[in-house]
């Protein structure tokens, strides 16, 4: 469980990830529901932090007209967002649960995607902005592989 928080909080990466695909679960309803429970909650910890972090920075690159900050903070999105979805490389999960998990998230991150397309081309139409359509053009980029 303590990898778990150490990546819900950033602290761990894809090290951690190998030693959770060797692992096990305990048989028994009480023991599954609860951990599954807890890569769930881990998972969105996960996405809300990327994402916070993300409109944090985001902004701050903005402000200063700082696209090329803002190129490298989509790939660092990009490559955090896919740390969420360290639940598929756990192959004693039940597959049905990392199927509608693997569904939820990638929902969640279509709509951010949609939410920041649409705040950037609200921006790039604005008079002295037109820098933001490259922006916009890496975001649709990202966006694709999530299928938006």
């Known amino acids: 469980m303590a990898i778990m928080d ?10 951690s990830l190998s030693l959770m695909e060797e692992g096990t679960l305990p048989e ?14 881990t998972v969105n910890r996960m996405l809300r932090r990327s994402i916070r972090r993300f ?26 967002l896919a740390l969420c979805f360290f639940f598929r490389r756990m192959p004693f999960l039940d597959e049905c649960f990392r199927n509608e998990l693997e569904t939820a998230l990638l929902g969640e991150i279509r709509k951010f995607w949609r939410h920041e397309i649409r705040e950037i081309r609200r921006l790039a139409e604005l008079p002295g902005h037109a820098e933001l359509e490259e922006v916009m053009y ?5 966006a694709k592989e999530y299928g938006e």
């Open 6 to 15: 150490a990546l819900a909080e950033g602290r761990s990466g894809p090290e």
């Open 28 to 41: 028994g309803a009480y023991v599954t529901g609860r951990f599954q429970q807890r890569v769930t909650d």
């Open 55 to 80: 409109e944090q920075r985001f902004s701050e690159a903005l402000s200063e007209r700082g696209t090329d900050t803002v190129q490298l903070l989509l790939a660092r999105l990009h490559k955090e």
């Open 138 to 142: 890496s975001m649709k980029r990202f």
